[in-house]
């Protein structure tokens, strides 16, 4: 495997940040470490790159360990939340800087700048200096100065997150659209389930130093393992009433995402439904999204476009698929 964890432990005083996390990353994958603050992600990647020292484990690449060598020769390029350009280099100095120490040729520094603020959609900016940009210009600079010497694997420690939610949007494509053409290893931190679901290859889901799930966007999404990751990506309600079909278990707590909610016409199908008093509507531009009460719980349901029809205090008839029913267990540990 291209890039292997093993075992990795860390611990803060008495706090365990990471429980024998273990992971293999394949060359050119797009992996996405998504999890809640203080799961443990920033720190499992610090630990990859060298700026952390793991307690118990190891990390791998190709087959060597990383173990004694220090992240200034591993070759990764790293880009923080904070962009961390020097305020007083150009853009151009900026991108070139790792160049210079690696001791590339002048003519091949400023052929791989011009490359790299080209890829980034900077190549006009060159002499400007970061105050003079955007925040999202600034992290395309970042990003063009990790990219710059060619790294083996390319760290992302949530990139995006200082952004404002269009530029975040728009720039997101854009990493993927860049790591896709230049097949670099990339590893990221982020607490945005969108983000992570839009440009993984896979999405390794963390919760208390331990790793949860590990699978693609859909896997996650469609077959969480555990009420945690059913909860945590996506919206799901979790009862402990069963359908019409199950009622015979009735501690089984299920979940149900809230699109696959169906209402009930009427003289339709009304097997599997329940009756709820309305508590809340609220239009999201391509859904409204209402809050059911039923019993002493709560269900919420997506329905497509504006529904002036519905309001509070209304009553509701909704029918749930059998094959829309997740059965939702404990957390695993």
Known sequence: MFLSLSNIAKRFGTVTALN???LDIAEGEFVCFLGPSGCGKTTLLRVIGG??????????LNGRSLTETPARLRNFGVVFQSYSLFPSMSVAKNV????ECAKWAKPDIHRRVAEMLALVHLGDQAEKYPHQLSGG??????????????????????????LDAKVREDLRAE??????????????VTHDQHEAMEIADRIVVMNGGVIEQIGGAVDLYERPVNRFVAEFIGRMNLLSWPPVADRGTSSLRIGV????IELVASGGDASNSVVGRIEKCVFLGSFTRV???VGNERLQLELRGRRTDLGPGGSLTVRIPPDAVHRIGDVTR
Do not use: C
């Not at 700026?51 to 791998?60: F, I, N, P, Q, R």
């Not at 070139?96 to 160049?99: D, E, K, P, S, V």
């Not at 995402?257 to 696959?260: A, D, F, G, L, T």
């Open 96 to 99: 070139a800087y790792g160049l």
């Open 257 to 260: 995402r809230p699109e696959h």
């Open 51 to 60: 700026l952390e020292s793991a307690d118990a484990g190891e990390v791998k």
């Open 175 to 188: 990493i993927k659209d860049l790591q896709s053409a230049l097949g670099v290893t990339t590893v990221m």
């Open 20 to 22: 024998g996390v273990s």
């Open 291 to 293: 809050t059911l009460a």
């Open 137 to 162: 210009q600034q992290q395309r600079v970042a990003l063009a100065r990790a990219l710059a010497p060619n790294p083996t694997v390319l760290l992302l420690d949530e990139p995006l997150s200082a």
